[in-house]
């Protein structure tokens, strides 16, 4: 795990903290993160039920798109085994 990430067991008091109706300020002192973090938190909570984002949200929109279609890949792939 990198070490910005916060360990899971403070996410998971945030996110109880949180659906227990408290303002992301006390959250943020009693995870002792920021508050941007908080309200980050309380988003995610409400769009996705979790306080992190899911990976399946956001693995497909990084990075830049293949420059080969997947049919040129299996050309060149053949292409390649022949030799």
Known sequence: MPPFRKDPSVRQRA?????????PEAVAADACSSVSTAYRWER???????TVIPR???IHTQ????????AALDALLDYQ???
């Open 15 to 23: 996110q109880l903290l949180l659906e227990s109706h408290w303002r």
């Open 44 to 50: 995610n909570l409400a769009i996705y039920g979790d």
């Open 56 to 58: 399946d949200r956001y």
């Open 63 to 70: 990075g830049r798109c293949r420059s080969l279609s997947p």
């Open 81 to 83: 085994r022949d030799f």
